[in-house]
Antibody
């Protein structure tokens, strides 16, 4: 059974850097085709894709946020880390991590999400 | 940049058929999937590759994709189907979501 759990600060100040960790089980990021992604959702708004990392360290980023995002993996810990620089109140959202594969176009398992508020 | 457009809301009576559309340029040439999100919960995949249902998703959920429009159809809609629905596709190596449609069952 695949599970993913997001963790990180619930509150960050404007201009700070956000670091979120996705800890997963039921699969390995060293297995061919496997990927982990991040999606966010501001309160009452739509889903927004942020980034993806695959087993071979191939990384994809949202063009509109690429300059602020970094995604990395630690295969030994079964973790994926997303950092977002220069946080702003508009970045207040629930952040989800997801499981996917490079051979498909969908995300089949989602974590429960973690809520991040950006406020001074 | 590529965009996926959904109607903000759709209403349906219990037992009737609900159709939620997702529009984009030549969308029929892409694989489209759909997620259901109930209040306070994470999204759940209900349709992938235009029309395939993951295991555990009721048969009343179906999908199609042709031309510029993908459609999620819920036959015999039940009160439990009331939720937000999002379409998703890929374009230029990036993931795109539609703006979401709130399905009301009344």
């Amino acid at each position: 059974q695949i599970t993913l759990k997001e963790s990180g600060p619930t509150l960050v100040k404007p201009t700070q850097t956000l670091t979120l960790t996705c800890t997963f089980s039921g699969f390995s990021l060293s297995t061919s085709e496997v990927g982990v992604g991040w999606i966010r959702q501001p309160p009452g708004k739509a889903l927004e894709w942020l980034a993806l990392i695959y087993w071979d360290d191939d990384k994809r980023y949202s063009p509109s946020l690429k300059s602020r995002l970094t995604i990395t993996k630690d295969t030994s810990k079964n973790q994926v880390v997303l950092t977002m620089t220069n946080m702003d109140p508009v970045d207040t959202a629930t952040y989800y991590c997801t499981h996917t594969r490079s051979t498909v176009d969908y995300m089949d398992v989602w974590g429960k999400g973690t809520t991040v508020t950006v406020s001074s | 940049s590529y965009e996926l457009t959904q109607p903000p809301s759709v209403s349906v009576s219990p037992g009737q058929t609900a159709s939620i559309t997702c529009s984009g340029d030549k969308l029929g040439n892409k694989n489209v999937c759909w997620y259901q999100q109930k209040p306070g919960q994470s999204p759940v995949l209900v349709i992938y590759e235009d029309s395939e249902r993951p295991s555990g998703i009721p048969e009343r959920f179906s999908g199609s994709n042709s031309g510029n429009t993908a459609t999620l159809t819920i036959s015999g809609t039940q009160a439990m189907d009331e939720a937000d629905y999002y379409c998703q596709a890929w374009d230029s190596s990036t993931v795109l979501f539609g703006g979401g449609t709130k399905l009301t069952v009344l």
